[in-house]
């Protein structure tokens, strides 16, 4: 049965990855330019809140009956070793994002995914405080129980590090992005081995949910 279930989250992960290239191979410069409004804008929040929550139905769907899958239960090991391990994932990322912001790429990693504003809009604060959190809630809830949870409960029967491997490649590739993806899968890997050592979705959701407020915040206050 988990094979039936492994082949419909390979293809739920394919699927948005297609969708996701698609999109940004067939847009323009101004594709950009309009992520970086729809942070601003009512518009922008509800088609999210609508993607995310077609997507969070197929992951429910591909986990029916097996709620175990989605490790929605309290992570195992003591509050200091958890945190330790949301430490030192985000410290090795961020020490990651310092070494690629010295590569020569065609694009920042950050500025690639256009969803941080590059100014603060004081008029369109309303919507903005709906899309901060449509990033911080609804984002790292769904794309957790999709990667680290379902995913990572499925694909264990492979092997730990094959797992957390390729559960990070699984969430790079979904974004859609080129240059990011230097970033994006290590970012997927190690909220997967955090998942791994404390055996619960929650400690990642934190930490991704945190990413996400401190690149919006950055963005709006840097």
């Known amino acids: 049965m988990d094979r039936a279930r492994l082949a419909a989250w390979t293809g739920l992960v394919g699927l948005l990855a297609a969708l996701n290239y698609a999109a940004r191979f067939a847009g323009s410069s101004s594709t950009s330019s309009n992520a970086h409004n729809d942070v601003y804008s009512y518009s922008g929040f509800a088609g999210g809140l609508v993607v995310y929550a077609i997507w969070m139905g197929a992951v429910l769907w591909i986990a029916s009956g097996r709620r175990d899958l989605l490790a929605l239960r309290l992570p195992r090991p003591s509050l200091s070793r958890v945190t330790g391990y949301a430490i030192a994932a985000v410290a090795a990322i961020y020490v990651l ?12 990693p950050g500025k690639e995914q256009g969803l941080t504003p590059t100014h603060w809009e004081p008029a369109h604060a309303g919507a903005f405080a709906a899309n901060v959190a449509l990033f911080t809630i609804a984002a790292p809830i769904v794309e957790e129980l999709m ?28 974004h859609g992005l080129l240059e990011a993806l230097v970033v994006l899968i290590p970012f997927g890997a190690a909220l997967a081995y955090v998942r791994d050592r404390t055996d619960s979705v929650y400690p990642g959701m934190v930490v991704h949910a945190s990413f996400n407020a401190v690149a919006l915040a950055y963005a709006v206050l840097g």
Not at 97 to 108: D, G, M, N, R, Y
């Open 97 to 108: 994002e310092a070494i690629v912001s010295t590569l020569p790429l065609p694009q920042s």
């Open 147 to 174: 990667f680290r949870g379902l995913g990572q409960s499925l694909l264990r029967q492979l092997g730990r590090v094959p797992a957390i491997l390729l559960v990070g490649v699984a969430f790079g590739l979904t």
